[in-house]
């Protein structure tokens, strides 16, 4: 069955550091998407991409990057992590809009940072 | 700017009828979603509406109003499994979707 994984599922890591959330999606989607989600707030969007090579900024990139060097994969980086980045991270996917339009999430990362 | 508006919190009884209500302010409107999410899980797609009117899917059915700008979720025959939160979502004219903060439902035997 196809499905959408992420790893590590915990991570707890200290201001400053590199991190790279990993997101693996074998429903062969051409759309991912990377989400936080906060208390009291809705999902926010990161990062997208709509194809191998293609990358976008969403709604609150700052301090987080993104790579689509191939259709299964899209790992998110912090590139100096802060502790406004301790949240649950969804990874997600999509066939795209001539096919079906649900989002696919994965399980979750849950980061801290102290 | 872009907002979306549904209730903090609701409480239902097992086998009752429970309407979750959206109401949206985006630029630009492409569909609006209704997803599910259990404590410590993803969120799972429910429903989606493009068009006026009610979409039935066995217990849950989706209405939308595009001129209102509102949308509700109606839970029948309320299951304690359906304790979770309910996302709405609204796809925007850039083809992004918008969240709503989500709705506790808290289903009491």
């Known amino acids: 069955d196809a499905e959408i994984t992420q790893s590590p599922r915990h991570k707890i890591t200290e201001t400053g550091r590199q991190v790279t959330l990993a997101c693996h999606q074998t429903?062969?989607?051409?759309?991912m998407f990377w989400y936080r989600q906060d208390l009291g707030h809705g999902l926010r969007l990161i990062h997208y991409?709509?194809?191998?090579?293609?990358?976008n900024k969403g709604e609150v990139s700052d301090g987080y990057s993104v790579s689509r060097s191939n259709t299964e994969d899209l790992p998110l980086t912090l590139e100096s992590a802060a502790s406004s980045q301790t949240s649950v991270y969804f990874c997600?996917?999509?066939?795209?809009?001539?096919?079906?339009?649900?989002?696919?999430f994965g399980p979750g990362t849950r980061l801290t940072v102290t | 700017g872009q907002n979306i508006d549904q209730p903090t919190e609701m409480t239902a009884t097992e086998g009752a009828i429970v309407q979750i209500n959206c109401t949206y302010q985006?630029?630009?409107?492409?569909?609006l979603f209704w997803y599910q999410q259990h404590a410590g899980e993803a969120p799972t797609f429910l429903s989606y509406?493009?068009l006026d009117g009610l979409e039935e899917k066995g217990r849950f059915s989706s209405f939308l109003s595009r001129s209102k700008g509102y949308s509700y979720l109606l839970l029948k025959e309320l299951q304690m499994k359906d304790s979770a939160s309910y996302l709405c979502?609204?796809?925007?004219?850039?083809?992004?979707?918008?969240w709503g903060a989500g709705t506790k439902l808290i289903i009491k035997p």
């Open positions: 997600a996917s999509s066939a795209g809009r001539d096919d079906s339009y649900e989002q696919y």
């Open positions: 429903w062969n989607h051409n759309n």
């Open positions: 991409s709509y194809g191998v090579q293609d990358t």
């Open positions: 985006t630029s630009g409107f492409n569909g």
């Open positions: 509406n493009v």
């Open positions: 979502a609204v796809e925007d004219s850039n083809y992004q979707l918008i």
